[in-house]
């Protein structure tokens, strides 16, 4: 074994540089020193003729639904449409009056008074859940009030009614974060008119035959944004990065009914004003409603792919705004014949979402920070945000690699901060060094699989953090750090979903079930914990030997004297309001514990932490608490085990704290120290085909460490702030 | 209006002394200087002749349902009942046994096998709530283990079996805290057993006979003991000071049937092992049980009541172990005829569960320390337990006295603190001086009343506090903090449940309603919150101008978009998991507030506190933030208004807080300081009738306030240190 003093011979490739009007000779500059091989026309950019020539490869951004504006403002009836739902009105007389766009943003929204009210919208007592006959509403157009007559008293009311995007709801953000003033607002139309689809494919023909020199189209993206509704101040109301509001229509409506035999109702899009947002339990309905999208998008994304390829382009996906339908790890996502997608990328967990999509030539990572002012301005430190995203993404390279990296924004600012460009430069000859010496590897891995347990299974994997990212989301927190943590651990992870267990069982190579998420989410599970198929296999698979881990409010929905409804593989319970006669005598186990080994603060931090939560008295092992409550337990549960964290934060101490807890209850302890490094603030990877291994230093200081390599050898090293090690096996 | 410097002549009277064997001579001293007008028997100590000559009355304790313990040991198949669950077993196989007794103390308990298995238990399915067929079932007498075959695997099963209570709760209790080694175990007969009912009365007859100088029978209490189950190792399991489990019997279920005319199941009196406790939302069967219980007791313990009176006696209960069925605030409690109830007192609100006691001649509070070694040791400080039980106690009496006050435990362990024997002669003229001044005049109170809404209604007024004695009790600390406060303010308090408003609607005089507790508790309310009819007349009493407070998690319950149902009013939400996706902009108002200007620290601490609170972005004041999360806002609903809190504890800035948010909410901020005192140490106490105002120093040290008396005076005084000043108006 012998430390591997890099390859000597300067890689270069598999990055792309964003450009810059007038800026040819600096672009050129930057495209030697960070060895790229690619460059793309920013937003509102156009690629200097000099710049194009240099580049081996040229992205060029396509905007299926809102490239032609003048298609869209002749076309507003095509416009894109969404169900809202008006806020709660009191009846305090017989009547009612509802002004259903209070609350919402008039120049995002204009009533549909094209399709019949009466047939498309819903008014609801919500008092009651009753749907209110139409007979008894009536619409004004000249109000823009709905009123209901013999309302009960003091009995809430709601409208869920159409309303047109009248404006697009990205270029709308970027207008008003940036005041653009009187700029036009663009529209997005929609493509389930078959006058704006013919036209979208037509203009791409066009916009293709206009741009010889591009070798990639970069789709932005195709059809339907992600929600984002803005409140009567302009300001935001509902923003859902998951959201298929803005993807409904009366015409989607029937051919959702032709195509599943039966009809929607507005209700179902509503969702009581929740939206199916990503937190709730998806009903039958909606899931329904998801499948018969993304069939319909990925239909006519390969209309769009296909047209690329013809032109003899690549076509390229961009991972956000109106990637709606286009979930990569659904079902119908490999039928759009993409050849690469890309996408940005805070933290290391999405790295996963893109290095873990099927069926690509190549993935791309556009790393933090944009070279945009709120980061590059002076005594600004945007090294600081670079060195962090690319640490957190490096770790999830480390277990599988996007095939390529950029950055994004205006050279010129970067160019300000020299110490910056010089950075970035070693981070692309670090990226490239890791991506050889991998070499299409895979990276050795725990003898078991790790599944992560929710609603939403495979289709949304590695999805939790994003879930969180809009703003100020709650109890999504663990979810979302314990994928942060397991994207850099030698685990190969599954995502299943309640209805996989239901239909096909817990497969034979998984390991370990996580289940982690706030009660009554998706995420948690709700009341597929009722369901006697899901507990029943689970407790088998942890009775006969398997691994449970459950975290904040696992298994939890109120049921036959359990909250918890694994309580008893979990060995904790939590009290709901029901339980509180019963004294508690949950104490602090004394025996060392291997799970709790790295542990060496006074008191372990997880963030979020879930209150309330107490031991069974049985046999289960406590081995931390806060307060009275519960914060790490311990349990045996036939063959098996099982552990329990009241919440999570991805940090050094509390990563090692999970690692060691899934070796535990996997049963396979003794297994951890095999390409393992001793400090928590590193990591170890090896690629056994490759014949190498690498040590991760994820801090920003220098650490020494103990590698246990192979079976039954150890060294110890050390590491450089940051540093990313290579050896030979 | 001038100062009442006492009324000089020394009062005495109205308190009770505890006796003690060979301390005659002390006795007397402490009869006289404490003023005492009677005496009891403690447990277990006959009163020396001399002590009997000096007491104008003599209180003796009777014990219905363990004093004969002849009888009781001789009729072992007629000893108190309990339903118990076993522990939840997992069938890891077809077939399953269940030692139903794992987990209980078997001196307590012993399986009935008297009554027929078959019959009387219930085997359920845990996983899926489903009841086993008896013919799926056999129980093993030699083993104490119920087999049960054909079940389902892994599937969680429970028995629900018969026991009898081999060792009365109480005498175990101390028998155990005492270590009283091989005393007898006492054991308590069901009087629902005709031969136990005649021979208890007998009894009864016989011990007046030989009692000719008790001039009290004080019944402690009289049939069914509050439930006490302890675990294997001899420590609690289950406490419940409002439990119905030990009241049970084959006899009681099917009296029950002829009474209701349908037929209990066990699992109405286990419900999924939490037994009914006060927290559950009562069920139809609970409540009808309860009402059978109580008017069976209350038919019993008249027959008691009435040979006392035959003996010229009169008859005392204490609210304390054997009282389930007595509740005075019960519809069946007059009926007993009793002429006083006495009870322990450790603070405010316990006073008003006595002095609010219809029907009686006069009612006794026991105060706080006992006289007992945990409190009175060498370097012990009985004397700052003794001020905190009477000024918690005092604000109570200024609102409704308790007719009589006392002590209990050892007076030889007093008399060893010759302060603390100095400062309850105090207390005693305190007490009598208040009384005396009150004359039976009812305190000035605001121009409104306040109801308590929950679902235990008058039932259970003044009561939340107890439930959460026992141990460790979660969510319902503010309930009872709540309570604990309005104990002494300046209101006319009615607790109502929901089914009241439902039957009833809201009375007239209603100002303000208060809802506090943990979601889906019976404090809160749980379902109730979806009747059409509850939340529309409290829409209804709002919107006319009513008043609302909300307190932790009021009208919670999921449905329809909502998570407090009466979000409208509160003008604040609780994130349960689905609303995620709104982003918040809760803001402190920077207002001035009325509710808050007695707010002088830096930060409100309500003890157990609600997170993940916002405001609806409407037009409610946050006017307290705890981190992100709403701690108080007050809002507007039609004529009405809301307010909300976090939390509550009971201190002086909150109880003023408390306060004034009641005056504010009802529209009547301005009636506020009338007969008031500025100080938040202190409060005001008016009698017009009797032409007098008192003002208490609640606190420790002096305190200086000003006195708002009358329509439009004021003046300033000092008050020493827990003072309890009269005026003449």
């Given at each position: 074994m012998s430390y591997l003093k890099g390859n000597c011979k300067k890689l270069k490739g598999q990055v792309t540089l964003p450009t810059e009007i007038g800026m040819d000779k600096e672009i050129a500059m930057l495209y030697d020193k960070w060895g790229c091989d690619a460059v793309r026309d920013c937003d509102g950019t156009k690629l200097p003729d000099e710049i194009k020539k240099l580049a081996e490869k040229v992205y060029s951004t396509f905007f299926p639904t809102r490239g032609d504006q003048a298609w869209a403002t002749e076309h507003k009836d095509q416009a894109q449409e969404l169900y809202l739902m008006s806020e709660y009105n009191t009846a305090a007389a017989d009547t009612l009056e509802i002004d259903i766009m209070a609350g919402y943003f008039d120049q995002q929204f204009q009533i549909d008074t094209v399709h019949d009210p009466k047939e498309w919208w819903e008014v609801i007592d919500r008092t009651t859940g009753e749907i209110i006959d139409p007979s008894c509403w009536e619409f004004d157009k000249s109000t823009g009030k709905v009123i209901?007559?013999?309302?009960?008293?003091?009995h809430n009311y709601t409208v869920g009614f159409l309303v047109y995007m009248v404006w697009d709801p990205t270029q709308m953000f970027n207008h008003i974060t940036n005041n653009w003033g009187d700029r036009p607002h663009e529209i997005s139309s929609d493509i389930c008119h078959e006058e704006t689809r013919k036209n979208m494919l037509k203009y791409l023909e066009d916009w293709l035959n206009e741009h010889p020199d591009t070798d990639v189209v970069r789709f932005t993206t195709f059809f339907y944004h992600f929600t984002l509704i803005y409140n009567q101040l302009g300001m935001p109301?509902?923003?859902?990065?998951f959201g298929y509001g803005s993807s409904i229509s009366p015409i989607a409506m029937e051919k959702f009914e032709e195509v599943k035999g039966y009809k929607l109702r507005p209700e179902d899009i509503i969702d009581e004003g929740y939206y199916n947002n990503p937190f709730r339990i998806p009903s039958k309905h909606f899931l329904d409603y998801m499948d018969y999208q993304q069939a319909f998008v990925a239909a006519a994304a390969k209309e769009c792919a296909d047209i690329a390829h013809r032109h003899g382009k690549e076509a390229m996906m961009f991972l956000g705004d109106n990637w709606i339908g286009t979930e990569p790890f659904g079902k119908h996502f490999k039928k759009i014949g993409l050849d690469a997608v890309v996408g940005s990328v805070s933290y290391g967990a999405q790295i996963r979402m893109l290095s873990e999509i099927p069926g690509l030539k190549y993935t791309e990572a556009r790393f933090m920070p944009y070279f945009f002012p709120d980061v590059f301005f002076e005594g600004g430190d945007p090294l600081k945000e670079l060195n962090f995203s690319w640490l957190a993404g490096r770790r999830a390279i480390a277990r599988k690699p996007v095939d390529r990296m950029g950055y994004g924004g205006y050279p010129s600012l970067a160019l300000k901060f020299p110490e910056f460009v010089e950075r970035v430069g070693k981070i692309c000859d670090e990226f490239r060094e890791i991506y050889s010496n991998i070499d299409g590897d895979k990276p050795y891995s725990a003898p078991f699989k790790v599944a992560v347990l929710n609603c939403w299974g495979k289709l949304r994997a590695w999805y939790a953090g994003c879930a969180g990212r809009a703003s100020g989301y709650k109890a999504i927190y663990s979810s979302g750090q314990v994928e942060e943590s397991l994207c850099g651990m030698p685990f190969e992870v599954e995502y299943?979903?309640?209805?996989?267990?239901?239909?096909?069982?817990?497969?034979?190579?998984?390991?370990?079930?996580?289940?982690?998420?706030?009660?009554?989410?998706?995420?948690?599970?709700?009341?597929?914990?009722?369901?006697?198929?899901?507990?029943?296999?689970?407790?088998e698979f942890v009775h006969n030997g398997g691994g449970f881990i459950g975290i904040g409010e696992p298994t939890a929905c109120q049921h036959q004297g359990k909250y918890f409804q694994l309580s008893d593989i979990l060995g904790v319970e939590r009290e709901l309001g029901y339980y509180l006669n019963y004294p508690r005598y949950g104490q602090l186990s004394t025996e060392e514990h291997f799970i709790m080994k790295d542990v060496t603060t006074n008191k372990i931090s997880f963030g979020e932490e879930i209150p309330w939560v107490y031991g069974n008295g049985k046999d289960e092992k406590i081995l931390s608490m806060s307060g009275d409550y519960v914060q790490v337990a311990a349990n045996s549960y036939g063959k098996g085990r099982s552990a329990y964290f009241s919440g999570f934060e991805y940090e050094p101490e509390?990563?090692?704290?999970?690692?060691?807890?899934?070796?535990?209850?996997?049963?396979?302890?003794?297994?951890?120290?095999?390409?393992?490094?001793?400090?928590?603030?590193?990591?170890?990877?090896?690629?056994?085909?490759?014949?190498?291994?690498?040590?991760?230093?994820?801090?920003?200081?220098?650490?020494?460490?103990?590698?246990?390599?192979?079976?039954?050898?150890?060294?110890?090293?050390?590491?450089?702030?940051?540093?990313?090690?290579?050896?030979?096996?």
């Open positions: 209901i007559s013999n309302t009960k008293k003091y109301k509902f923003f859902d990065w299943i979903s309640f209805d996989d267990i239901k239909e096909n069982g817990i497969p034979e190579d998984i390991g370990v079930i996580i289940n982690v998420g706030a009660a009554n989410t998706a995420w948690s599970g709700g009341a597929n914990w009722l369901d006697e198929t899901v507990v029943s296999r689970i407790r509390n990563n090692r704290l999970l690692l060691r807890a899934i070796y535990w209850v996997a049963g396979k302890e003794n297994e951890m120290e095999k390409w393992y490094s001793s400090n928590i603030n590193t990591e170890c990877h090896a690629y056994l085909s490759s014949g190498k291994f690498m040590v991760l230093n994820n801090s920003y200081e220098s650490q020494d460490t103990v590698i246990y390599y192979g079976d039954n050898d150890s060294m110890n090293i050390k590491l450089e702030p940051m540093e990313c090690r290579w050896f030979e096996i």
